[in-house]
């Protein structure tokens, strides 16, 4: 059965993407964020979490372990799910992609994170919800605020480092 002929004539843009976006944790009560580098898609300088796209034939887990790993150089250690968002991002005000986000909190060992593409980040950070950097990403606020109380929840559970 061949798409039909609107459907081939859409953009890329114009299509419904799956992403996981993390927010990376010590067990301790901090979470990293990255500085988006010049070569950032966009808005460069700002602090933000991680995220990515799933790849066909991966599973949202898989793409989760696989995206911190590309991003922090992490092995995930444990992972709560926190949800999931509908993404829109406009340009002009024209609609032109629409993402939908599956959104966990992750504990990495602090140790083994860095910054595993240099090419998209210049620095990264450990933070608590009270002492976030600025500028932060314009979709940071919204991941915060919808999950505010289940972030807290994994945030305040200390883990100690030989779990």
Partial sequence: MGASPARESRPLND????????????????????????NARNEAGTWDI????????????????????????????????????????DHAGVPMQHWISFDFC????????????????????????DSLPEPIYSRLPEFIDRHRDKIATVLSHRVPMSA
């Fill in 106 to 129: 992750v504990r990495v060992r602090p140790e083994q994170v860095r910054i595993a593409e240099p090419h998209k980040f210049d620095d990264l950070g450990w933070f608590t919800l």
């Fill in 15 to 38: 299509r419904v993407g799956i992403a996981v976006v993390f927010l990376c944790h010590d067990g301790c009560g901090r979470f990293v964020l990255a500085q988006r580098g010049v």
């Fill in 50 to 89: 991680g995220g990515g796209a799933l790849e066909v034939g991966e599973d949202v887990e898989q793409a989760l372990r696989r995206e911190i790993m590309e991003e922090y150089g992490a092995e995930v250690l444990d992972l709560d799910f926190l949800g999931y968002r509908d993404v829109h991002y």
